[in-house]
């Protein structure tokens, strides 16, 4: 079975700061990752994927993650913070079989002035 | 807009009642997924439906069912409703019926509030 564990339900940064929200998975096979991005009172949004090849996958927004085998982490990175950067992110994980996803509990990003 | 369109965007009913909620996939998409978001279970996947067919399933109560109909709308059946079944309920399509590398564009969802 897989999994997915978020570390932190709330992240607070400063306008300018680098933004780092963590990913850690668990999966039996390959996984492939993906983060996404929920403004309030709206749906998910695809930040970014990773399914195989290059390990630093970019995604909208100025936001990148790397894939880490050996620490079994796909962590969120966007080296700026923007106010319009605070919402929920969430970090999902499937297997190569199946196009269902495992969320994690989802990390708020908080950014102030 | 990510082109999947969910109705309505707030219900809410009594205990023991019964809805129905209705999601329109972005045009070609052949695949819709339910899913439930709620603050102590977090998103959970429901179900899948490809081009009609049930194509996988998830954490979905007996008192759930959905369908995919022919022009590839979906309808996600809740019955004999309870409070904890208040929770944002989201749909997903995507184009392919499973591979892993397809992206899952999600709808706006609906909010079903349990009295």
């Known amino acids: 079975a897989q999994s997915v564990t978020q570390l932190g339900s709330h992240v607070s940064v400063s306008e300018g700061a680098l933004v780092l929200l963590r990913c850690n998975y668990s999966?039996?096979?390959?996984?492939?990752l993906f983060w996404y991005v929920q403004y309030p009172n709206q749906g998910l949004q695809l930040l970014l994927k990773?399914?195989?090849?290059?390990?630093l996958v970019k995604g909208i927004n100025g936001f990148e993650a790397e894939f880490k085998k050996s620490e079994t982490s796909f962590h969120l990175t966007k080296p700026s913070a923007h106010m319009s950067d605070a919402a929920e992110y969430f970090c999902?994980?499937?297997?190569?079989?199946?196009?269902?996803?495992?969320f994690g509990k989802g990390t708020m990003l908080l950014v102030s002035p | 807009d990510s082109g999947v369109t969910q109705t309505p965007k707030h219900l809410i009913t009594a205990t023991g009642q019964r809805v129905t909620l209705r999601c329109s996939p972005r045009?070609?998409?052949?695949?819709v997924y339910w899913y439930q978001q709620s603050l102590d279970q977090g998103l959970q996947f429901l179900i899948q439906?490809?081009?009609?067919?049930?194509?996988a399933k998830g954490n979905i109560l007996e008192r759930f069912s959905a369908q995919q109909f022919p022009d590839l709308h979906s309808e996600l059946n809740l019955s004999s409703l309870e409070l904890g079944d208040s929770a944002l309920y989201f749909c997903?399509?995507?184009?392919?019926?499973?591979?892993?590398?397809?992206?899952?564009?999600f709808g706006p969802g609906t909010r079903l509030t349990v009295l």
């Open positions: 997903a399509s995507s184009v392919d019926e499973g591979s892993s590398t397809d992206t899952q564009y």
């Open positions: 999966s039996s096979v390959p996984p492939y």
């Open positions: 990773y399914t195989t090849g290059a390990t």
């Open positions: 999902a994980v499937s297997d190569k079989g199946y196009s269902t996803l495992t």
């Open positions: 045009s070609g998409d052949l695949s």
């Open positions: 439906y490809y081009n009609g067919e049930e194509r």
